[in-house]
């Protein structure tokens, strides 16, 4: 997840949605660490869990805490990387998208998450009985539509490849989770 955010994202300054996308935001405007934003911004979602669902509590506390270290720890390496790949913003958006998509549904296949709304989304497929990976993809498009709103319409629409990507490669890895 990590990669495809530090890697494929960012050298773009193109958005992820949910708290992910919130913590780009953030970076991109205040230059502040994603990783530290989203650590920050988890917290009210992780008292929600507590309260309603302590194993998702447990479970995403280490994911949420290890992924934002990585991006943290692996945004330096971004500027190397895309230097001797040169890839274009749209191969970029979407193969971000199948990283990011491909990390988040690997986590929530073993009971796991990044926490924010990827949490949120495992707590509300449980209550509305839909796929864990569609709620998310909803979320994400209000986070890009922000982000779209704030930077600019090339921002939004690769942006929205992105989420794409990311809820289809999630939904693929988490079909049939979050149903009774």
């Known amino acids: 997840m990590s990669v495809g955010i530090n890697f494929f994202?960012?050298?773009?300054?193109?958005?992820?949605?949910?708290?992910?996308?919130?913590g780009l935001i953030i970076k991109y405007l205040t230059g502040v660490q994603a990783g530290l934003v989203i650590i920050g911004l988890s917290i009210p979602i992780f008292i929600l869990a507590w309260v309603y669902h302590r194993n998702y509590f447990y479970n995403s506390l280490?994911?949420?805490?290890?992924?934002?270290f990585a991006i943290d720890y692996l945004a330096p390496l971004h500027y190397p990387f895309i230097e001797s790949l040169k890839l274009a913003s749209i191969p970029?958006?979407?193969?971000?998208?199948?990283f990011i998509g491909l990390g988040i549904g690997i986590m929530l296949r073993y009971?796991?998450?990044?926490?924010?709304?990827?949490?949120l989304a495992q707590l509300l497929s449980k209550i509305i009985h839909v796929n864990v990976g569609i709620i998310i993809f909803m979320i994400d498009a209000v986070i890009i539509g922000i982000g779209g709103l704030l930077f600019s319409t090339e921002t939004l629409l690769l942006s929205a490849l992105?989420?794409?990507?990311?809820?289809?490669?999630?939904?693929?890895?988490t079909w049939n989770i979050g149903y009774p």
Not at 92 to 98: A, D, L, N, P
């Open 9 to 22: 994202l960012v050298p773009f300054k193109l958005l992820d949605g949910g708290i992910i996308g919130l």
């Open 62 to 68: 280490h994911g949420m805490l290890f992924s934002s």
């Open 92 to 98: 970029s958006s979407i193969v971000g998208g199948i």
């Open 111 to 119: 009971d796991t998450s990044t926490g924010g709304t990827d949490l």
């Open 162 to 173: 992105t989420i794409i990507f990311v809820g289809v490669f999630t939904s693929l890895c």
